[in-house]
């Protein structure tokens, strides 16, 4: 079946501008996961949706940070005035929540983004 | 102290030999543990899961865990050099809980 999708693969904007980024999870996954990874550092997680809702938005770096899911499914992350320290690979993960057991989460390609 | 700790690496080891990434992790009520493997240029990709305490094996790779001492680890056996890539470990607590990754460990195999 498909896997999670992230658009676009690449983003290249100029300090200042606002961008969306946009992740599909796999059909069902109720959890959906937000991370940025900078070049050869780990992952640095950003929020977490169960269903519609964010239980988790610890992760959001500043307020020109915000993500919403609509639907149970799309979800989109938002950057307002992007600043060049937001250059980052951001990754989408999604899993099925259950009431006990493992919650392997599955993740999209990421999207590039470059600010100019 | 952070929530996942990891060795901080590189490890290098030759080809064929025995590979052993470890993890400790600071809250104790965590439940489910997991590998994931990381190619450079590429995006995570789950190796293995573990709950209970003991041994998993899969293939050429086992994971153990330890509860009581807040300890995983990943052993990768006869070692190839396809498998040198970061190696990333995350715990989690419950269904309601964020996923906690660690900082990862890279790992060269030697031909």
């Known amino acids: 079946g498909a896997g999670v999708s992230q658009s676009p693969s690449n983003k290249v904007t100029e300090k200042g501008k606002d961008v969306e980024l946009r992740c599909d999870p796999i059909?069902?996954?109720?959890?959906l996961y937000w991370y940025r990874q900078s070049l050869g550092q780990g992952l640095e997680f950003l929020i977490y949706?169960?269903?519609?809702?964010?239980?988790?938005k610890s992760g959001l770096p500043s307020d020109r940070f915000s993500a919403e899911r609509t639907g149970g499914s799309v979800s989109t992350l938002t950057i307002q005035r992007t600043q060049q320290e937001d250059s980052a690979v951001y990754l989408c993960?999604?899993?099925?929540?259950?009431?006990?057991?493992?919650?392997?989460?599955?993740f999209g390609p990421g999207t590039r983004l470059t600010v100019t | 102290q952070k929530e996942v700790e990891q060795n901080s690496g590189p490890l290098s080891v030759p080809e064929g030999a025995i590979a052993s990434l470890n993890c400790t992790y600071s809250?104790?009520?965590?439940?489910?543990f997991f590998w994931y493997r990381q190619y450079s240029g590429k995006s995570p990709e789950l190796i293995m899961f573990?709950?209970?305490?003991g041994d998993k094996e899969d293939g050429r790779f086992t994971a153990q865990l330890n509860k009581a001492s807040q300890y995983v680890s990943l052993l990768i056996r006869d070692s190839q050099p396809s498998d040198s890539a970061t190696y990333l470990c995350?715990?989690?607590?419950?269904?309601?809980?964020?996923?906690?990754f660690g900082p990862g460990t890279s790992l060269s195999v030697i031909p």
């Open positions: 949706f169960q269903g519609n809702s964010a239980p988790d």
């Open positions: 809250d104790r009520g965590s439940q489910s």
């Open positions: 059909s069902g996954h109720t959890a």
């Open positions: 995350a715990v989690v607590k419950t269904s309601y809980d964020k996923v906690i």
């Open positions: 993960a999604s899993s099925f929540v259950l009431t006990s057991g493992p919650y392997e989460q599955y």
């Open positions: 573990i709950y209970s305490n």
